[in-house]
């Protein structure tokens, strides 16, 4: 039986790939489960792993929650909610892949990331409207902070489909690029990223999310009492060992 999110790990990058292209990744219990399992691979790995990369086999990124599955009980109260939300407080930057469709669920999925590349044939789209539901996975939070409270609305009011040239143009994604190149352009990043000290890299992470919602004052406050300090690589960076 095939993985329905398959995990690998080089130089530091740990890469999850949902595996469910037949179904356009379309999101089921089972596959939940797969994530969720890799993304406690990861929390255990700590800084063996620099960044994570989330992509999707086939053309379509994510079709959303698997529907045929409504009213199937999960394993336990906010499951799915959860699941995205320790994907967004992994302490390694992630990066998503997307190409195709992005939507609803999908899409909230995809919010969890640090950092959003776009194809671009990417579609994203808020659907819940179209199926009478509300979001319960972050939708309501995590797009106005991403792309501003105004456009966030029309977004989810309207659920018309923004393409990944339009997704780069307002912050939904950080960058949109030819089809044929996302994965050379995720892959480029994502070394980049590995080869910084993970030391800074997490630190920095953890210094955004903390400071996300912070009045100025207070943010540089934070910044200086919670600092993590010189890390433990710094002496052989500084004497030119790492490049």
Known sequence: MSQLVTFEADGGVATLTLN?????????????????AHIARIEDA??????????????VFCAGNDLKER??????????????????????????AVQ??????????ALAGDIILAGESASFADTHGK???????????????????WKAREISF?????????????????HCVPDDELE????????AIAAQSRHSVLAYKALYTAQADLPL???????????????????????????
């Open 20 to 36: 469910r292209a037949d179904k356009r990744n379309a999101l089921n219990l089972a596959l939940w489960g797969e994530l969720d």
């Open 46 to 59: 700590r800084d063996k792993i620099g960044v994570v990369v989330l992509r999707a086999a086939g053309p």
């Open 71 to 96: 009213g199937v009980a999960a394993p336990r109260a906010n499951y799915q909610a959860s699941i995205v939300t320790r994907l967004a407080n992994l302490p390694q930057p992630v990066i998503v």
């Open 100 to 109: 195709g469709g992005c939507f609803t669920g999908g899409l909230e999925l």
């Open 131 to 149: 199926f009478a539901l509300v979001p319960i996975w972050g939708m309501s939070q995590r797009l106005p902070r991403r792309v501003g409270q």
């Open 158 to 174: 309207t659920g018309l489909p923004v393409s990944g040239a339009e997704a780069a143009r307002i912050g939904l994604a950080n």
């Open 184 to 191: 050379a352009r995720t892959r480029d990043m994502a070394r």
């Open 217 to 243: 004052e207070a943010g540089l406050a934070w910044e200086v009492f919670n600092s993590a300090g010189v890390g433990p690589d710094m002496a052989e960076r500084v004497s030119g060992r790492f490049g």
